[in-house]
């Protein structure tokens, strides 16, 4: 299991592929990382459901993502320690997840987790 570390507000996770560097982390701020092990604590959550995040194709949006606990832990899944919550991710999403930014938003038209990928752009020009 990988170690992750808080830096600036945010908890850094070293992915471990090789020949990625500090650039391709990905992280967590620490506000989503509070509601996350609030979520696990108000719905009694066991400790033996990891956090899940992976990817999927968006289509003309880029990737679209995925965000939840699952107790299916599987050996293509890559495992990090989130500041004491298991992360799991497959190994082919955590490309796609290097140097993306996990956060949560709170504001009049809702609140809700969010990913900030600097990576990702539009493949096409329609306005969606």
Not at 23 to 52: C, H, P, W
Not at 74 to 80: A, G, V, Y
Not at 89 to 117: A, C, Q, R, W
């Amino acid at each position: 299991m990988i170690e992750s570390f808080v830096e600036d507000d945010l908890v850094k996770i070293n992915t471990g592929v090789e020949g990625a560097d500090e650039n391709d982390y990905i992280m967590v701020t620490t506000k989503a990382l509070e509601v996350i092990k609030n979520v696990r604590s108000e719905n009694q959550i066991g400790e033996e459901f990891a956090l899940r995040i992976g990817t999927r194709p968006g289509g003309c949006s880029g990737i679209a993502y995925a965000l939840g606990f699952d107790k299916e832990i599987s050996e293509n899944d890559r495992i990090f320690n989130l500041s004491g919550i298991k992360l799991a991710i497959d190994d082919k999403s955590i490309f796609y997840l290097m140097g993306v930014t996990l956060d949560y938003t709170e504001g009049p038209e809702g609140s809700g987790f969010i990913f900030i990928n600097p990576n990702n752009f539009h493949s096409c020009g329609c306005s969606g």
